[in-house]
């Protein structure tokens, strides 16, 4: 059996280990605490620069739509002046057509009138030689 001496000696000791325990769960306690609140901290920070990235990117987005926009309105009319040219150029190329075809009557009858010519030279000159002066 214990002594009351004895008894008290293990309670106090008891009552240093829960002292110790209880002190070593506060500092635990703070450090977890602390660390929470770098987390915290680090969060609100990370929310902060995703918001303003978010507000970045959505103005660089409007800008590309904006953008994609002026440029689509720009091919329509490239579009609509190639169309016009491919029209021009089909009825060029009719014309060059018909300028061939005038171009070839035109040198069939010079070819016809340079026989007449020389027909009449031809006759020309003989009159010549069958009529002295």
């Known amino acids: 059996m214990m002594t009351h001496e004895q008894r008290l000696d293990r309670l106090e000791r008891i009552a240093r280990l829960m002292v110790r325990a209880g002190l070593r769960a ?3 306690m703070r450090q977890q605490d602390d660390k929470i609140t770098i987390m915290i901290d ?19 987005f409007a800008e590309l739509v904006e953008s994609q926009k002026q440029h689509d309105e720009k091919i329509a009319i490239i579009i609509d002046a190639q169309a016009k040219n491919e029209d ?13 075809r005038i171009l070839a009557e035109l040198a069939e009858s010079q ?12 006759i020309v000159q003989k009159g010549r030689n069958g009529k002295s002066r």
């Open 88 to 100: 021009r150029f089909a009825e060029l190329a009719e014309s060059q057509k018909n300028t061939d």
């Open 42 to 60: 680090a969060q609100i920070k990370n929310e902060d620069r995703f918001a303003k990235l978010t507000q970045v990117n959505e103005s660089r």
């Open 111 to 122: 070819k016809n009138t340079d026989r007449r010519l020389d027909a009449l030279i031809d």
């Open 26 to 28: 506060r500092r635990e």
